[in-house]
């Protein structure tokens, strides 16, 4: 249920012992135009009046007359699926020991209460003040209660721990990272606090007073100490930047602003095609700026081709007047890291400029973190992999949804490929981004040759997005595995007119070609690949599938084409298709043509490789002599059970994301982005004493469709 504080519809329940100050929270809240207030005098009488009746706002002490604490409140809250719309305010006395613990909790706000009307009235109102100045974003709320409080209370280091978390969320907010360098300087941490000071004071001329206020306060004089000539550049280990605008202006005023930041090289071109030829001598680049509208090439399709050759870890800033909503999609399959609207300033390049190299270098926004993260598991950079994984699931933001699917990328990456395809179809019904799970999916299925259930996947992630020549190759793939010449030329002219270089393009063209027994086009083909494993893997994949079936000789033919197809002076690719004929010749029984086939594999210079094919070659010779027929270990037939499970999982989706509530982020406050010891111990005495919550009427419809939910606030962090 979404908060209603906007509208003021939602009911209050205000908590106190005293029955004075029970009326005067009533008629101030009703000042304040709550017309659905209700009194209560302790905690415990709160959560039964919660069990039957909606609640959206609780107003109430730390602590009740009967040692009831806020916490356990907080806790219930936090248990219970149909209660996570709640907000909780705290009336504040003179034992605030729980108050940091009761934001780490989801505290909204906390307030020094009075028994006057002048005092109360002002307090509550600055509250609903505050939301609007805010947008109702209940993070930033809670965050500067919070903040005034343990600044009251000089407790530096959870203000270092509250802003570091917020930055995560908010990468780029100056005032969080002034009040950051504050906390850290308070701290004694110079080093540290000068860096943040830096970084503000080269991305926000506007907050230039502060950054010397600051200054002043803790070095003794507004200039910063050390200050490099060169601030960013360098430092982040960024040399060359490639620029393509059509307007002079925009050029000139980009280069003058990334030389300025210390970039040695910034290559300009007003024409795409010129920046292409230029790339195919100069493959070193560590920036791109681009404008989204080009001559001669359409932006996206020039990008595309860029990152054909390039791939996705080079950062992308993307410079537009605007974008139509049906290229929104392109900016994410591109990896762009931002998008500044023209007409731009040299304020606002700097800020995005340097934003970008700050989350190249140290990712904190949660899109860069995933796109690095696939980076990783694509290269199965299994430390990288492990360390970005354990950073995007620990972000705040992080859904359940977001979790399958990037489970579903990384079992994709390890091979495991009914894996990707359970956790693709769980990322799919909790709602995920439905491009990305086809994609998956649909690659999935590709893997498990399922390719009549691909192509349907794989159709609609091409239809979405139908200049990236990586989903039209697949969907070629699924057309020519299912026979279907005439649907695979049309994806390949479609993919070639795109672009004819791009490394999957010439694959595809290849598998075709060998398919079709063209072996000296895909030979031609292949000459111009720098590696020959996806080809290769497919067509041992199809002979593998061809020969299990019983179409022994179909496989092996597919074999001999393949050889044939081999570019000179692939003796090690010879190799191991000599042994994978070898294995399949033996499957089919055909022993002296096997060895033949395994002597050739023999010369491979893999040592391994090389002991498989004499360890096999031994076997069918003794087998030979024997008279007898060899028995070779197949692999296990895969259970269809889980899919068809998932595939009814996939038709009750639907019926499952429309019971859902939408609770976005910024409902759970602080949870998770602000974590604290102070009065640890006092806390978690107070909750090992667990409040109950049995919802009864109304509530226990809701209560029972919110426990099949997920909660992102317990994968988060």
């Known amino acids: ?58 107003i109430g002490p730390l602590q009740d007359a009967n040692d009831c604490s806020i916490l356990q409140l907080l806790d219930v809250i936090n248990q219970q699926p149909v209660l996570r719309h709640v907000k909780v305010s705290i009336l504040r006395d003179e034992d605030q020991e729980l108050l940091p613990k009761a934001f780490a909790m989801g505290a909204l706000s906390c307030h020094k209460f009075s028994m006057t009307r002048e005092a109360c009235h002002p307090e509550l109102k600055k509250l609903l ?56 300087l308070s701290m004694g941490e110079m080093d540290s606090g000068r860096v943040v000071l830096h970084q503000v004071k080269v991305t926000g001329t506007d907050r230039l007073q502060r950054v010397q206020e600051l200054t002043q306060e803790f070095f003794g004089s507004t200039d910063l100490p050390d200050e490099p000539e ?36 910034v290559v300009c071109h007003r024409d795409p095609l010129n920046a292409l030829k230029w790339l195919r001598q100069n493959k070193k680049v560590d920036l791109i700026v681009c404008e989204w509208k080009l001559p001669n090439l359409p932006g996206p399709v020039f990008l595309y081709k860029l990152r054909n050759r390039l791939g996705l870890n080079i950062p992308l800033l993307v410079i537009s007047e605007s974008i139509e909503q049906r290229e929104v999609p392109f900016l994410s399959e591109l990896g ?8 731009i300033d040299s304020r606002k390049l700097n800020e995005g400029i340097i934003w970008t190299l700050q989350q190249h270098t140290n990712p904190t926004d949660p899109f860069v973190i995933k796109q690095k993260l696939t980076i990783a598991s694509k290269r199965h950079d299994v430390a990288e992999t492990k360390k970005l994984r354990q950073l995007y699931f620990d972000l705040p933001t992080l859904l359940e949804a977001d979790k399958q699917l990037m489970e579903a990328q990384l079992a994709f990456d390890a091979g495991c490929f009914l894996h990707a395809k359970k956790h693709a179809l769980d990322a799919l019904r909790l709602g995920a981004s439905s491009k990305e799970s086809m994609e998956v999916l649909g690659k999935s299925l590709m893997k498990l040759r399922e390719f009549e259930a691909a192509e349907r996947c794989l159709a609609n992630v091409a239809f979405i997005s139908p200049l990236n020549v990586s989903h039209l190759c697949n969907l070629a793939e699924c057309h020519l595995e299912q026979g279907n010449e005439e649907a695979f030329d049309q994806m390949m002219n479609k993919a070639q007119s795109i672009d004819d270089e791009a490394a999957q393009v010439l ?43 019983g179409n ?13 197809s081999l570019p000179d002076n692939q003796q090690e690719m010879r190799a191991l298709i000599h042994y994978n004929l070898g294995l399949g010749l033996a499957r089919s029984n055909r022993l002296e043509d096997a060895l033949q086939a395994l002597a ?75 974590r604290t010891v102070l009065g640890e111990n006092r806390a978690n005495d107070s909750l090992g004493k667990k409040l109950t919550f049995a919802p009864r009427g109304k509530l226990v419809k809701d209560y029972h469709r919110g426990l099949v939910l997920e909660d992102p606030s317990k994968e988060a962090g």
């Open 1 to 58: 249920m979404p908060n209603r504080f906007e509208e003021k519809t939602m009911r209050c329940l205000a908590i106190s012992a005293s029955s004075s100050q029970r009326q005067l929270l009533s008629s101030v809240l009703k000042e304040l135009g709550f017309s659905n207030v209700v009194v209560v005098s302790d905690i415990k009488t709160c959560l039964e009046m919660m069990e039957a009746e909606e609640v959206g706002w609780i």
């Open 230 to 265: 060169v601030i960013l550049a360098e430092h982040f280990g960024f040399r060359t930047c490639l620029v393509v605008d059509p307007t002079p202006e925009s050029l000139e005023l980009m280069k003058n602003t990334l030389e300025s930041l210390g970039f040695a090289e």
């Open 129 to 184: 003040e505050r939301l609007i100045s805010y947008e109702y974003d209940f993070i930033k709320v809670a965050a500067s209660y919070l903040q005034e409080y343990l600044q009251e209370v000089r407790e530096f280091g959870d203000l270092r721990t509250l802003f570091s978390g917020l930055l995560q969320l908010y990468p780029g907010n100056l005032d969080y990272m002034l009040s950051l360098a504050h906390a850290l």
């Open 336 to 343: 762009a890291s931002r998008l500044l609207q023209k007409p």
């Open 552 to 564: 022994f000789q179909e496989g092996v033919d597919l074999y001999k084409r393949t050889l044939e």
């Open 600 to 674: 050739e594999a023999e010369r491979s210079q893999n040592r391994q490789r090389m002991i498989k094919a004499k360890s096999l070659k031994t076997r069918i010779v003794a087998a030979v002599n024997s008279g007898e027929e060899i028995a070779l270990k197949s692999d296990p037939p895969i259970s269809e059970k889980a899919e068809k499970e998932k595939m009814e999982q996939m038709k009750q989706m639907e019926a499952s994301l429309a019971a859902a509530e939408k609770i976005s982020r910024t409902d759970y406050c602080l949870i998770n982005i602000f």
């Open 507 to 549: 694959e595809t063209a290849a598998k075709g070609a060998i398919k079709r027994g063209h072996t000296e086009t895909a030979k031609k083909l292949m000459s111009r690949l720098k590696s020959f494993k996806e080809v290769l893997a497919f067509m041992n994949n199809r002979a593998v599938s061809l020969i299990r079936v």
